[in-house]
């Protein structure tokens, strides 16, 4: 990916190394994140990341999604597992916090987000 250098940061930029160090890679549920390559050239910020190859067949070619996954109930097994993981770790989203809850969308609009 590319941005700014002076805009490269934030949960788009830094989403993959911070999943990889709260959750790893869930018991072989989620792809390790082997590398993560910064450069920097006239203003702009390239990062490269290198995952662990995933064994399992794609979901779905497409970013959205054309047709019903008929996933098999095992695949809901491990994604009540992999939430269960989640739930056992510190919360690190700042959306999570008291300051947000019970504000009205219209209130919170005007408001910088964390």
């Excluded at 999570?96 to 005007?110: N, V, Y």
């Amino acid at each position: 990916m590319s941005a700014p250098a002076d805009k490269a940061s934030g949960r788009l930029w830094d989403g993959a190394l911070n999943a990889q160090h709260v959750f790893g890679d869930l018991d072989g549920h989620r792809p390790e994140l082997l590398g993560v390559h910064d450069a920097f050239d006239d203003g702009t910020a390239y990062r490269a990341e290198l995952s662990a190859r995933v064994d399992h067949p794609v979901l779905s070619d497409d970013p959205i999604l054309q047709h019903d996954l008929r996933l098999p109930g095992s695949w809901w097994d491990d994604l009540t597992k992999a939430r269960r993981c989640r739930q056992l770790l510190p919360t690190v989203s700042p959306y999570d916090s008291s300051t947000w809850t019970g504000r009205s969308p219209s209130s919170s609009a005007s408001q910088p987000r964390p």
